[in-house]
């Protein structure tokens, strides 16, 4: 009986350890992920001078004017929007189309869809850098150099690769009894990818929203040989402009990194929720 007392308590102190030393590792992850973000916010309310006697310390004086004259200097009243449209109209149009072509590929079988699915998954191998060249010679070739036709083609173009491999796999697992039960009913192709692939996607799509939504909103390497208009440019090259001559002036400097950043931080703290199910829902499903 002592012994069998003695055991449970020897379980009960490791569980506690264990519990314990979880949670310091959570907390060191944490703080390492936090930490930075923190300390560039703080200091983008510092003066150049303040910043450079005291890079840990708390701002004396906190100031909003790095933020004003960044946004002014930087023209993020121009790359803001069209961050967001690049942003919103890259994601739909890669989820959309990713999912059309998961479709196909996962229900609709033939000769043909195999050579083809193969065709887009060799784009997950292929860098950007690879690509920048010939990209730059095609967009000037269809005369859509300097439009945002141009900058949103490829977006969606250099998404679909993973969005393709991600939706395919996961609609493999959406059972056939379900397509060839709506076939029976009479509905289309086309009807029953809207009403119930799409439906039934919404895991993978969110995974693909997160994925794609970080990706288009901080790409810089493309966008930049795709245009050469300001009126045309994203948020990224306007933060660029920050490393040249005002290399040195780093309270605006980290207030226009703070500018870009925050977005993707609101987006996060508001569809954490959203984000979290359907990933977690995606790989399992997968």
């Known amino acids: 009986m002592s012994e069998t007392i003695h055991e449970s308590r020897l379980k009960k102190m490791f569980?506690?350890?264990?519990?314990?030393?979880?949670?310091?590792?959570?907390?060191?992850?944490?703080?390492?992920?936090?930490?930075?973000?923190?300390w560039l916010i703080m200091n983008s309310f510092k003066t150049t001078r303040e910043y450079q006697v005291s890079q840990l310390a708390l701002p004396h004086s906190p100031t909003l004017r790095n933020y004003v004259e960044a946004w002014e200097?930087?023209?993020?009243?121009?790359?803001?929007?069209?961050?967001?449209?690049y942003t919103l109209g890259a994601t739909?149009?890669?989820?959309?189309?990713?999912?059309?072509?998961?479709?196909?590929?996962?229900?609709?079988?033939?000769?043909?869809?195999?050579?083809?699915?193969?065709?887009?998954?060799?784009?997950?191998?292929l860098t950007?850098?690879?690509?920048?060249?010939?990209?730059f010679l095609e967009v000037n070739l269809l005369g859509i150099y300097n439009t945002r036709l141009a900058v949103l083609l490829v977006y969606i173009g250099a998404g679909l690769p993973i969005g393709i491999y991600l939706s395919t796999e996961y609609i493999k697992a959406i059972p056939n009894a379900v397509v060839e039960s709506a076939r029976i009913d009479g509905a289309g192709f086309f009807k029953i990818f809207l009403k119930i692939i799409i439906p039934m996607s919404v895991p993978v799509a969110t995974?693909?929203?997160?994925?794609?939504?970080?990706a288009t909103w901080n790409e810089f390497a493309l966008i930049n040989i795709l245009v050469s208009k300001t009126e045309l440019k994203s948020l990224p090259l306007g933060i660029y402009k920050f490393s040249g001559s005002?290399?040195?002036?780093?309270?605006?400097q980290f207030a226009a990194l703070t500018i870009g950043m925050v977005p993707m931080l609101v987006f996060y703290v508001i569809f954490r929720k959203q984000i979290t199910k359907g990933v977690a829902a995606g790989a399992i499903k997968g």
């Open 73 to 85: 200097m930087g023209e993020f009243g121009l790359l803001f929007p069209n961050s967001i449209i």
């Open 207 to 214: 995974t693909l929203a997160m994925l794609n939504i970080t």
């Open 128 to 135: 950007t850098q690879t690509l920048m060249i010939p990209l």
């Open 92 to 125: 739909v149009g890669i989820i959309f189309l990713s999912l059309m072509a998961g479709f196909a590929f996962a229900k609709l079988k033939s000769r043909a869809t195999k050579p083809i699915y193969n065709s887009f998954i060799i784009g997950i191998l």
């Open 15 to 38: 569980s506690i350890i264990g519990r314990v030393a979880v949670y310091c590792v959570m907390g060191l992850f944490a703080f390492m992920t936090l930490y930075p973000i923190f």
């Open 246 to 252: 005002l290399s040195t002036d780093y309270g605006k």
